[in-house]
């Protein structure tokens, strides 16, 4: 009866597709694919598509346009894939809350990833004193020496920048800036009564708009010092010993050893930005009054760590269920790599093997194709930049799950050493920063070839990033490393198990996509090494390759790279994948509303337009589309004039 009633579902789904989807059903890199996955979703496909719209009028209106009656306005597909992670973590936590006897309690990572989620969802009333309660005390009450404390757990934006930041696919350095007068700040009446609680044994403190105004005086002053007069590129770098002799009324050597938490040699080299305007600020803060600059210190820090996403303290009063996202959301962002490392194990290992193949396969076939388009030189490029960037898009390296790659036994072992996590949420918040803070300045001093190749074989980032770093695939540009993570390897963007038109429609889109980004206006600049290059120099005096950038910047300066990378990202997936007339006329329809999944209920943000703009721009600059749907002469899919990238 089960076969029976299989069989019955799939004669029904197939009798329910239109006579134009009936594709290409082989399987391109297995032995064979099962139709029943590809059923279903073609049938998913055709509930979301509203035939009262013209497709060469309105293809996002066609494709997705029943979406928002079926998912609501508020969700998008990358959204909904995204809750569906963190809905797998909440479960896992949840039955390992329970199961102590549960395998994954002898594992590495997961006994600390369980007591922190326990921590964050018994936490009742926000108490952000207990932050300053537990930072330990500067030595000295000289403002840098606070100013290294708090760089120790990731807030480095004020007085005097101090980070360790990626500087191209193998090194880390440290990088000392001006103070970020770009960064907004908001000094609450609830950060003042933490500050007057904690310190009320220090002395009279300011009434609240009388600190406001003082701070506001101090940031007017900071402003004046730290902004150049003219912007320019004035990055240097320098021997500690040389820094000290620019500017020796700071110990360097004290101050960086004790951010960094280990010795500082007078040999060892240093970026540093703006150094006449980095003197001048020491020079005025030497001179201002300590204690005020105590306040402001102590004011952003809390103000940082109430601002970093996806905060539990923010969502105190909600119900338990709802604290349990909010908790899963907030771990994936403190706890990076610990959170991919139990979806790793617990759920992604399973397909793992089957995913690499395809996908790489995939991602190869792309670069192939590419280096053809290169060699066909449309711009007209010089032998030297042409040959620069074919090395680049051959150093393009792809990564799903954006895990480290071929680790030893005990890598996670030894990466969860100096994690400590106990009951109390606040503590276990601030030993997380000062975990991975700790770990980019081991990172900086690295020189193990075999730990360094491992540890830039992926993206190790902090947790101030975007929340769609986590959920849809970029390009990341210093170590020029495509990165797929795990909302993205699934349905309805992926299966391994897809046919043809189903599987190039979105992810040989989505990797030419990404992979095109390393060709776009700006990252264009870094090599494959992720160095900083001048091939754009040569490239703006190119009159083809201006042409083609200003037919496109139509919009803002922000989104026009993801409008290039549009174009050539889907040009470069059909040319691999549906370059036969004969494949687009049985595959074309399914394929191009394979790819309208990604932006159907896109709402757009200062990097990307609205999900409906990028779609029908895009391919209304591909004639193969037209092809398909057989669109008129003027219509709005059909333009007179198209526009090309790479």
């Not at 606070?146 to 880390?172: C, F, W």
């Not at 606040?426 to 997380?432: K, T």
């Amino acid at each position: 009866m089960p076969r029976l009633w299989a069989f019955c579902l799939l004669l029904a789904s197939a009798r329910a597709m239109p006579r134009s989807l009936q594709v290409n059903r082989t399987c391109p890199y297995q032995e064979e694919c099962d139709a029943s996955i590809n059923l279903r979703h073609i049938e998913k496909l055709e509930r979301y598509v509203n035939i009262e719209v013209d497709p060469c009028e309105d293809f996002h209106g066609y494709a997705c346009g029943n979406w928002n009656n079926i998912h609501g306005q508020q969700d998008s597909a990358m959204s909904l894939s995204g809750d569906h992670i963190n809905q797998q973590y909440e479960n896992l936590f949840e039955n390992l809350l329970r199961d102590r006897a549960a395998e994954e309690h002898g594992m590495p990572i997961y006994p600390n990833l369980v007591k922190y989620y326990h921590s964050c969802k018994v936490v009742n009333k926000p108490r952000l004193r207990r932050y300053l309660e537990l930072l330990p005390a500067p030595t000295s009450s000289h403002w840098l020496d606070l100013v290294a404390l708090l760089g120790r757990y990731g807030y480095h934006e004020h007085y005097v920048k101090i980070e360790v930041s990626q500087h191209n696919a193998s090194q880390h350095m440290i990088l000392i800036q001006p103070h970020n007068y770009n960064l907004n700040w908001n000094f609450t009446m609830h950060i003042y009564k933490v500050l007057r609680r904690h310190l009320q044994n220090e002395g009279q403190l300011l009434h609240f708009q009388d600190m406001k105004e003082k701070f506001l005086e101090l940031e007017q002053n900071l402003l004046r010092l730290a902004k150049p007069a003219v912007e320019a590129d004035n990055l240097k770098v320098y021997t500690l010993e040389g820094l000290q002799r620019e500017i020796p009324e700071v110990n360097w050597s004290r101050t960086l050893g004790k951010q960094m938490g280990r010795i500082i040699h007078q040999d060892h080299q240093l970026l540093i930005d703006e150094l006449p305007a980095i003197r001048n600020l020491i020079n005025y803060l030497n001179e201002a009054d300590g204690n005020l600059l105590k306040l402001y210190s102590l004011a952003r820090f809390l103000n940082y760590l109430t601002q970093l996403p996806h905060n539990p303290l923010e969502k105190s009063e909600v119900s338990s269920s709802s604290r349990s996202s909010v908790c899963v959301r907030h771990m994936r962002k403190a706890l990076y790599l610990a959170m991919n490392y139990a979806y790793e194990t617990s759920f992604y290992h399973k397909q793992r093997s089957a995913d690499d193949l395809v996908i790489h396969r995939v991602f190869e076939e792309l670069k192939a194709e590419f280096t053809n388009t290169l060699n066909r030189n449309d711009f007209g490029l010089n032998p030297t930049l042409l040959t620069a960037l074919k090395a680049k898009i051959e150093g393009v390296r792809l990564n799903v799950g954006n895990m480290p790659r071929n680790v030893p036994k005990d890598f996670y072992l030894d990466f969860e050493q100096s994690w400590l996590v106990g009951r109390d949420f606040y503590e276990n918040h601030l030993h997380s920063l000062l975990h991975f803070n700790a770990h980019l300045s081991h990172l900086e001093s690295m020189r193990n070839g075999l730990e360094k190749h491992i540890w830039y074989s992926f993206n190790y980032h902090g947790p101030e990033l975007m929340d769609n770093i986590d959920a849809t695939p970029y390009f990341y540009c210093l170590s020029s490393i495509i990165i797929i993570p795990y909302a993205y390897v699934q349905l309805p963007f992926y299966h391994y198990q897809f046919w043809p038109a189903l599987l190039y429609g979105d992810l040989a889109n989505t990797l030419g996509h990404e992979m095109l980004h390393a060709f776009d206006t700006y990252f264009v600049d870094y090599d494959a090494q992720g160095n900083m290059r001048d091939y754009s120099d040569e490239l703006l005096l190119n009159p083809l390759y201006n042409a083609s950038v200003n037919c496109l910047n139509d919009s803002s300066v922000e989104s026009l790279n993801e409008r290039t990378s549009d174009i050539s990202g889907s040009r470069l997936a059909l040319q691999t994948y549906m370059k036969d007339p004969q494949e687009r006329l049985a595959n074309g329809r399914l394929y191009f509303l394979q790819f309208a999944q990604f932006f159907c209920g896109e709402k757009g943000d200062i990097f990307h337009d609205v999900g409906s703009k990028r779609l029908n721009y895009a391919l209304a600059q591909m004639p193969e589309f037209v092809e398909v749907f057989h669109c008129g002469p003027g219509q709005a899919m059909n333009p007179t004039e198209r526009c090309s990238f790479w």
